[in-house]
Nanobody, 124 residues
């Protein structure tokens, strides 16, 4: 089992920044990739970014490229998501998820473990 806990969400004005964290515990040696997804009210969950557990490769949704940066925190079982130039359409609950099978994927069905989510609210 892998446990994931997100933190760092909050309310910010458009144009601001936030840094989200995803702390993993349990059988972290089994993790292949970590993904971030988000779900806005009334919308389906969507892929945001993913990174290999080694930190060697990262992928982004087109809607966040250039504004979001996913990274593995060195020597820690933690992945961060730096969010800059926030827009109102970024408002959502952000979830991190762990994939224990690989390869890295944008599809939520490929991820085995999920955190409880952290709310990001952007006001214009």
């Amino acid at each position: 089992q892998v446990q994931l806990v997100e933190s760092g969400g909050g309310s910010v004005q458009a144009g601001g920044s936030l840094s989200l964290s995803c702390a993993a515990s349990g059988r972290t040696f089994s993790i292949s990739n970590i993904g971030w997804f988000r779900q806005a009210p009334g919308k389906e969950r969507e892929f945001v970014a993913a990174i290999t557990w080694s930190g060697s490769s990262a992928y982004y949704a087109d809607s966040v490229k250039g504004r979001f940066t996913i990274s593995r925190v060195n020597a820690k079982a933690m992945v961060s998501l730096q969010i800059n130039s926030l827009k109102s359409e970024d408002t959502a609950v952000y979830y991190c998820a762990a994939d224990t099978r690989g390869p890295i994927s944008r599809r939520s069905m490929e991820y085995d473990y999920w955190g409880q989510g952290t709310q990001v609210t952007v006001s214009s």
